[in-house]
């Protein structure tokens, strides 16, 4: 019998979950989130052979390895091939520099690749078992447009999106609530992180038991998996074999840089991972300082997506470089910081900077970028102003699709991008949402309300 890979929880205390149980409870019984125990390696044949493959076939070479035991690996191919039907351009900017355009799924946005493929897998999974599954997810701006789209019309799962009223874009909220059907969406009066703790006590809630919630947010091992594939097909696409790249990855919550950290893990070869973050600076002062202090409330920055103020997926990097921290944020054991400081360079970028970087790439390079890809762009001129450029080529990933942010476009350069045809097609159907404050015994009895109590 061929193994199946085990998860664990970064808290120590819950059971080891297959990819299913995983997937299917989100958080672990412990609210710790599931790693895998080991970490599969790819052969170097395979990583070398995908140059020549399309992208949802890079994805089935990599995501087999999670899923033996599990998918079967037929109905993965079908997955994939369905999942991805987008282009992933990589826009090559100079002599070793590309943009990795990650922003031409359903929802402009880089969380289609997780979403989608997390849906697919979680609607197989669904058939097996004989109740609905109830989706509860916060979102900052992206997370709540793609997991809305991912999951529109899967049946047997339906989902609650709660998003903070006054931090997404009319766009972004437009992009969840004109699905209707199984997506019901949520206007919560406070922050992203009130929308996250609303969730997050919810699934601790013995009294929401039977609604059998789980979360799409990228503390879901199921979201974190897919977010692997486009480093290994960037480096199949820019790279000789076995050369090694830098990555520039804008981050917020911490998913898309566990990715690459787990791909690296897994055999691609990475020379330095620069984690760039808006004003929300508590990551890089702990690579700094060795100490952790989460910013409460976060900080407002016109890279929205990344207003995190306590990344939930720090505990699992903490784990892989050996300590613990537990969901509140407290590090029970620290891990080897000098190791985390050698493969990560990360770096604070402000408002100024992002708008000064929109201007500049566009002037300079005719490369238009919005506030996410911009603060990873100036992450990485940082990098280069400490780590003089070598040959390594270089991809700077763009998570969302500049159309996403038309008013800042407008105001640094004066003209506003032409929508894609996904973001043109909501302008004009009619939104539905309710509104709730935000109060945990309100939102329980939203929720008991909606889907029916225990009986
Ligand atoms: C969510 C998001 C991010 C941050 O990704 P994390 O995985 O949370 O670090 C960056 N850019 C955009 C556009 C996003 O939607």
Redesign the pocket.
């Known amino acids: 019998m061929v193994s199946q890979t085990l998860f664990y929880s970064t808290n120590g205390q819950a059971p080891l979950a297959n990819l299913r149980e995983a997937l299917l409870r989100g958080q672990a019984p412990d609210r710790g989130l599931y790693m895998p125990v080991e970490i599969p390696r790819l052969p170097r044949e395979e990583i070398a052979a995908m140059a020549n493959l399309p992208y949802h076939e890079i994805a089935l070479t990599v995501l087999r390895h999670y899923t033996t035991g599990v998918v079967d690996e037929t109905k993965l191919s079908a997955l994939c091939k369905d999942a991805y039907q987008f282009d992933v351009p990589l826009e090559h900017v100079g002599q070793h520099t590309w943009v990795m355009r990650l922003d031409r799924g359903p929802t402009a946005?880089?969380?289609d690749f997780a979403a989608r493929l997390m849906a697919r897998m979680l609607g197989l999974f669904v058939v097996q078992e004989n109740r609905p599954l109830t989706i509860l997810t916060a979102t900052?701006?992206?997370?709540g447009s793609a997991v809305a789209s991912a999951f529109a019309g899967v049946p047997g799962i339906r989902v609650v999106v709660l998003f903070p009223e006054h931090e997404v874009s009319r766009l972004q909220r437009k992009q969840m609530t004109t699905l209707g059907g199984n997506i019901r969406t949520v206007a919560v009066a406070g922050k992203f992180d009130d929308c996250q703790a609303m969730v997050k006590r919810a699934f601790a809630d013995p009294s929401l038991g039977h609604l059998s919630l789980t979360s799409a947010n990228?503390i879901n091992i199921g979201r974190l998996l897919p977010?692997i594939v486009y480093y290994y097909y960037a480096a199949s696409r820019v790279a000789e074999p076995g050369a090694s790249l830098v990555f520039s990855?804008?981050?917020?919550?911490?998913?898309?840089?566990m990715g690459a950290v787990l791909g690296w893990r897994m055999g691609l070869p990475i020379k330095r991972l620069v984690v760039a973050v808006n004003a929300n600076d508590e990551f890089p002062r702990m690579l700094k300082t060795g100490t952790y202090e989460k910013i409460e409330p976060s900080r407002h920055c016109l890279?929205n997506?990344?207003n995190?103020g306590h990344?939930s997926?720090l505990a699992r990097l903490v784990a892989l470089y050996g300590g613990r921290m537990d969901e509140t944020g407290v590090l029970g054991s620290k891990p080897d910081f000098d190791a985390m400081r050698k493969d990560i360079f990360s770096t604070s970028v402000s408002d100024e900077q992002t708008r000064e970087t929109i201007k500049f790439t566009w002037t300079q390079h005719r490369l238009l970028l919005e506030p996410?890809g911009a603060v990873a762009w100036r992450g990485f001129e940082e990098y280069l102003s400490i780590e003089p450029p070598d040959r390594s080529p270089v991809v700077v990933l763009e998570?969302?699709h500049p159309a996403k942010f038309p008013e800042e476009i407008q105001r640094c350069l004066g003209f506003s991008p032409d929508p894609p045809p996904c973001l043109r097609a909501v302008e004009n159907l009619p939104e539905q949402f309710d509104r709730l404050p935000s109060d945990q015994n309100v939102f329980r009895e939203y929720l008991l309300d909606t889907f029916g109590p225990h009986v």
């Not at 900052?140 to 997370?143: F, I, L, P, R």
């Open positions: 946005s880089f969380k900052s701006g992206d997370t990228s977010q990855v804008p981050s917020g919550n911490f998913g898309n840089m890279s997506a990344m995190v990344p997926n996410h998570t969302a």
